[in-house]
């Protein structure tokens, strides 16, 4: 069984610090990791995914994660926070690279501050 | 390409009464997902189908929740009799192949109230 933990409900930057949200995993397998941003009134979307590959993984608007293995982490970065990133942020984990379901921590709402 | 379309986007409805959740997925895209949010909760699955049959319908709460996906296009979602708890956000994804190589595409979401 998967599990995610992300640490911080709620996250407040200003504009210009560095963002950073927590995650922790627990998986028996190899996991697939994801980061999930949702803009209100929007659905989810996919920020980046950790497949085995590179263990530090770019994704869109500047944001990027670290998979640390002996961490069991995939915290999310970014350098610079700008307002249009205020949002809610999910990490999730899938057991393996099949179709198969994806197991969501609690999210975490990300507020800017000018 | 069109995205993954719910409706209705909001949906009140009082105790005992029948909803039903639309999903248009993505065209030809064989996966199909449900996951809701209870308030502030995790997002918990629901189900999934492959083109028109339920792969894993494990996340479904109890038997209330009854899911098609007709001919492996559209897929509702029907609640009956609705409960208070089961008010919350439900999201419908989808995907054409492999989780970790194409993620999951997802909807706006329908919000349920239930009162």
């Known amino acids: 069984a998967q599990s995610v933990t992300q640490l911080g409900s709620h996250v407040s930057v200003s504009e210009g610090a560095l963002v950073l949200l927590r995650c922790n995993y627990s998986s028996s397998v190899p996991p697939y990791l994801f980061w999930y941003v949702q803009y209100p009134n929007q659905g989810l979307q996919l920020l980046l995914k950790?497949?085995?590959?590179?263990?530090l993984v770019k994704g869109i608007n500047g944001f990027e994660a670290e998979f640390k293995k002996s961490e069991t982490s995939f915290h999310l970065t970014k350098p610079s926070a700008h307002m249009s990133d205020a949002a809610e942020y999910f990490c999730?984990?899938?057991?393996?690279?099949?179709?198969?379901?994806?197991?969501f921590g609690s999210g975490t709402q990300l507020t800017v501050l000018p | 390409e069109a995205g993954v379309t719910q409706f209705p986007s909001h949906s009140v409805i009082e105790k005992g009464q029948t909803v039903t959740l639309r999903c248009d997925p993505i065209?030809?895209?064989?996966?199909l997902y449900w996951y809701r949010r209870v308030m502030g909760k995790e997002i918990k699955f629901l189900l999934h189908?492959?083109?028109?049959?339920?792969?894993?319908e494990s996340g479904m709460p109890n038997n209330r929740f009854l899911a098609e996906r007709t001919g492996g296009t559209y897929s509702t979602l029907k609640v009956q009799p609705a409960e208070l708890e089961d008010s919350g956000v439900y999201f419908c994804?989808?995907?054409?192949?492999?989780?970790?190589?194409?993620?999951?595409?997802f909807g706006s979401g329908t919000r349920l109230t239930v009162v």
């Open positions: 065209s030809g895209h064989d996966n």
């Open positions: 994804a989808s995907s054409p192949g492999q989780v970790s190589t194409y993620g999951y595409t």
């Open positions: 950790y497949t085995s590959a590179a263990t």
């Open positions: 189908f492959v083109k028109e049959s339920k792969q894993d």
């Open positions: 999730a984990v899938s057991a393996s690279g099949s179709a198969r379901q994806l197991t």
